[in-house]
């Protein structure tokens, strides 16, 4: 995926380049004030993610949205997948993982929604661009939606 | 250097807040730290062509385009574009908000925005794909067709609870990302 990134990347980078050297300093140099602008945000969200992620491990996460846990499993789900930033390739086996240890379809999908839609850790980046506001109704929205996911989730897939 | 000190302030607080803790519970201190430097790996990585690419398109495309295809009255076109190049990304979250800062400048409409964004966090391509191969084609294909609606209702929400001025304060400060 990463890869795909620097692929695309590098070939419009590269075209640029070619057909106008004065504006693609002009955009790299856009490129870096615009990272170095958020950079102090980005810096607190991956130590927040470190410590969270030290606290609330697999085996932690399985024993709260374990089997026939119902809404209540379903609801810390949901705020579980809020506060965690799980890159989705380590989350996809992980949650299948959880699957096989007996945890049940609804918690699933609301943790994958949440994980994916809503993050708390992340607000600090959000906030900058978006405002206090839109932020925090974003996010109500998505995890509210995510209790709809789990819902759909948990009649299709106990079919 | 003031001025430094005071913008890593909450990172600095932060960071001393998790020695303090390896202090008193070594093991959890050191995992976190072993994930944070997971995720600045990650960060490291996916961040050079994110920018690039809001680089280019700063400088590239002309605002007029920007209008045309994604802006005000662009209607379902603007809806499957903002879909597609959400769905089309690649990395975390918060990687997707300075681009947004981008169509904002260019005058993308804003529940364009909102559903670039949510689209983003959770219709990617790649991420269905991996979702497809461990939870299986069922479970994936359902929260997708869920998902689409989902982040249209989300995003049209956002435009009604959002007022004008409001949304063009978001707009005016987007005009200072690379300040």
């Known amino acids: ?159 | 250097m003031k001025k430094i000190v005071k913008r890593y302030r909450v990172f600095l607080i932060v960071l001393a807040i998790m020695l303090v803790i390896t202090l008193f519970n070594y093991d959890l201190g050191i995992n976190a730290f072993g994930v944070t430097g997971y995720s600045l790996k990650e960060m490291i990585l996916v961040i050079p062509p994110v920018f690039v690419l809001l680089g280019l398109l700063d400088i590239w495309v002309p605002r007029e385009t920007m209008i045309k295809y994604m802006g005000e009255g662009s209607g379902l076109k603007g809806i499957i574009l903002a879909f597609f190049i959400g769905s089309a990304a690649a990395g975390p979250l918060y990687g997707a908000f300075p681009i947004a800062a981008v169509f904002m400048k260019k005058g993308v409409k804003f529940s364009n925005i909102m559903i670039f964004i949510g689209a983003w966090s959770t219709t990617k391509i790649p991420m269905f794909l991996f979702e497809m191969a461990s939870m299986g084609a069922k479970f994936a294909i359902t929260r997708l067709l869920i998902d689409i609606p989902g982040i249209i209702i989300i995003a049209f929400i956002l435009s009604a609870v959002m007022k004008e001025d409001e949304i063009k304060k978001i707009y005016e400060s987007a005009e200072h990302f690379d300040d």
């Open chain 1, 1 to 159: 995926m990463n890869i795909a990134l620097y692929v695309v990347a590098g070939i419009l980078l590269v075209f640029s380049f070619y057909k106008d050297q004065k504006k693609t300093k002009m955009a790299l140099k856009k490129a870096w004030k615009a990272f170095e602008n958020i950079l102090p945000e980005f810096l607190v969200v991956i130590l927040l993610v470190g410590l969270l992620l030290a606290i609330m491990n697999p085996e932690m996460i399985s024993s709260i949205i374990g089997d026939k846990s119902g809404w209540l499993g379903v609801i810390l789900a949901a705020v579980i997948g809020s506060i965690t930033l799980i890159p989705g390739f380590v989350a996809f086996p992980m949650t299948a993982l959880l699957l096989d240890g007996g945890a049940g379809y609804m918690q699933i999908g609301a943790f994958i929604s949440t994980l994916m839609m809503v993050g708390i850790v992340t607000m600090p980046v959000e906030i900058k661009y978006f405002g206090k506001k839109l932020t925090i109704y974003r996010n109500l929205l998505a995890f509210l939606f995510s209790f709809v996911v789990a819902l759909v989730i948990g009649v299709v897939m106990s079919r």
